[in-house]
């Protein structure tokens, strides 16, 4: 059975979220959002509905937050909120929640809802930590048309042997780049493989690297 963590300061909103869904999923729920985090690591759900005003720590900063950490990154956060508005959603979004569901909540519709994201939702395979680190790198190669090319990139998380990052050019799985670290000067560090796209029709892609030859220090060793 899945477990959902539910985090409101409400109690009789946890309450109701609990009466509607507990017949699917193992509950878990915190009305202390500075404690949030420390349930989220300890219960290690397979979902969290997030309310969004709660007294001194707001359900955006804890998003933000979970989305910054390694092992909770991957976590759907499903947004449950009296907050309206089309700017609050969006900007939901670009915290990187998965849904958004207002107040009062059509359950039926967040029932569908958590069955689908829970359906797609692929295990954390990876063997590293990684860390929510900008670093600036400059990636070389060949694109997807053939037409080399050139970028300095910031990285978003870095591991021991791998970076995601967002990059202009267009590139293919599988394909390989050459990686310098900029400080100061280029520091050339190796030789990265394309292991997973994302978004890659979007004008900004954004990729996953590994690489798969280094000559000098990387940023963790």
């Given at each position: ?86 700017g ?41 930590v ?92």
């Amino acid at each position: 059975m899945h477990k959902l963590l539910i985090i409101d300061d409400e109690a009789p909103m946890r309450r109701l979220l609990r009466i509607n869904l507990e017949d699917r999923y193992k509950i878990v729920d915190t009305g202390d959002p500075e404690l949030a985090l420390q349930a989220a690591l300890q219960s290690k759900p397979n979902a969290i509905l997030l309310d969004l005003r709660m007294p001194n720590f707001s359900g955006f900063e804890l998003c933000r937050t979970l989305k910054s950490i390694t092992c909770t990154q991957l976590i759907p956060i499903i947004i449950v909120t009296g907050e309206a508005g089309a700017g609050t959603k969006s900007y939901c979004d670009e915290l990187g929640a998965t849904a958004y569901f207002e107040k009062p909540v059509d359950f039926e519709a967040l029932r569908a809802r958590l069955a689908k994201v829970l359906e797609e939702v692929k295990p954390d395979r990876r063997s590293e930590v990684r860390i929510c680190l900008r670093v600036k790198v400059s990636l070389r190669g060949v694109d997807v048309h053939g037409k080399p090319f050139e970028e300095q990139c910031v990285t978003e998380n870095i591991s021991r042997s791998a970076f995601f990052c967002e990059c202009n050019a267009q590139l293919a799985e599988n394909s390989e780049v050459a990686v310098s670290l900029i400080s100061g000067g280029q520091q050339f560090v190796g030789m990265a493989r394309v292991v997973r796209c994302g978004s890659s029709e979007t004008p900004h892609p954004r990729y996953a690297f590994q690489f798969v030859d280094k000559n000098a220090n990387w940023v963790l060793q």
